[in-house]
């Protein structure tokens, strides 16, 4: 099974970016759909972002959409999410999660989708 390890969260100012990476071992990575997840003070954990193993289909958050990038870099085993133009209401911390996959072209936005999780690192956009 994979395990999965995120850094790069920090504390910005509103209007600021940070590049989140999720490193993954243990196993194929190009076998895993990959999504990025967050749980922001009393709330819900929400899907942010999610990409196909392929890396060619993606998914975002509305309210992410044209701020967020989800990448991923295969051959380095790597997921990323770069986000710009952060905003407060983007406090949070963000999950890395993964599943395997048989078919390319699939991603999940649910966290039932998902088995494997990394330990989240903690993203803070205050002015």
């Known amino acids: 099974q994979v395990q999965l390890v995120e850094s790069g969260g920090g504390s910005v100012q509103t209007g600021g970016s940070l590049r989140l990476s999720c490193a993954a071992s243990g196993d194929t990575f190009s076998r895993y759909a990959m999504a990025w997840f967050r749980r922001g003070p009393g709330k819900e954990r929400e899907v942010v972002a999610a990409i196909t193993r392929s890396g060619t289909t993606t998914y975002y958050l509305e309210t992410v959409k044209g701020r967020f990038t989800i990448s991923r870099a295969n051959a380095k085993n790597t997921v990323y999410l770069q986000m710009n133009s952060l905003q407060p209401e983007d406090t949070a911390t963000y999950y890395c999660?993964?599943?395997?996959?048989?078919?390319?072209?699939?991603?999940?936005?649910?966290?039932?989708?998902?088995?494997?999780w990394g330990q989240g690192t903690q993203v803070t956009a205050s002015s």
């Open positions: 999660a993964a599943r395997p996959t048989v078919s390319s072209s699939i991603y999940y936005t649910t966290t039932a989708g998902y088995p494997y």
